[in-house]
């Protein structure tokens, strides 16, 4: 597996702001993907955040409010703008190692908004 | 009829059992499928995967499949209080015949084993 890294691990923030989460993987890897997670409920994928080019949203995501950068293989940030309380969840990313859509997680950010 | 579907739980064991937790999924054309294993307030980690029919054997779990009947379980042997978390089934579920690397997720099983 890989070391994957998550800034920040919690936040809590005002409503109509924007908040950038980073994360960092000690290994270049071509597969990175942000999830979010609602409170007691399980993992939805936003993106797959492609190195290079645009990131691939899933149906119920768009790039205005959720924008992602991929600069190189080892880092990826998502941004969730202009945030409301629905946006309160925790956020992970994942890389796929060793094939065959195997993935591992990051330590999530936990994310409140008032 | 959701994509990936776990029994609901929560599920109860007393220490020393087998816990039995059971994943259906809709895509026949799926190729991967995962177990993940979520503690309280950290995040999934990945215990088991299974590509092929059959069982696969990994310490106490035992990861089974059955693509004829779209069906993936897992057997924790010798329930350990430690074991006590939220479960996760994943499946690679394709898109116009390709999956891009995505996984989905079942809502999950929350397993308790008591002392």
């Known amino acids: 597996s890989a070391v994957i890294s998550q800034k920040p691990s919690r936040d809590i923030c005002q409503r109509g702001t924007s908040l950038t989460i980073q994360c960092q993987v000690d290994?270049?890897?071509?597969?990175m993907f942000w999830y979010r997670q609602q409170p007691g409920q399980s993992l939805t994928l936003i993106a797959t955040?492609?190195?290079?080019?645009?990131?691939?949203?899933e149906s119920g995501f768009v790039i205005d409010k959720f924008p992602i950068s991929r600069p190189n293989l080892t880092f990826s940030t998502l941004t969730v703008s202009n945030m409301s309380p629905e946006d309160s969840s925790i956020y992970l990313c994942?890389?796929?190692?060793?094939?065959?859509?195997?993935?591992?997680f990051g330590p999530g950010t936990r994310l409140l908004v008032l | 009829q959701k994509e990936v579907e776990q029994n609901s739980g929560p599920l109860s064991v007393p220490e020393g059992a087998i816990a039995s937790l059971n994943c259906t999924y809709s895509?026949?054309?799926?190729?991967?499928f995962f177990w993940y294993r979520q503690y309280s307030g950290k995040s999934p980690e990945l215990i088991m995967f299974?590509?092929?029919?059959g069982d696969k054997e990994d310490g106490r779990f035992t990861a089974q499949l059955n693509k004829a009947s779209q069906y993936v379980s897992l057997l924790i042997r010798d329930s350990q209080p430690s074991d006590s978390a939220t479960y996760l089934c994943?499946?690679?579920?394709?898109?116009?015949?390709?999956?891009?690397?995505?996984?989905?997720f079942g809502q999950g099983t929350i397993l308790t084993v008591h002392p």
């Open positions: 994942s890389v796929e190692l060793g094939g065959r859509e195997t993935q591992y």
């Open positions: 290994s270049q890897v071509t597969m």
């Open positions: 955040a492609n190195q290079g080019s645009e990131a691939t949203y």
């Open positions: 895509d026949r054309g799926s190729q991967s």
């Open positions: 299974i590509y092929s029919n």
């Open positions: 994943a499946v690679n579920i394709q898109a116009g015949g390709t999956s891009y690397g995505k996984l989905t």
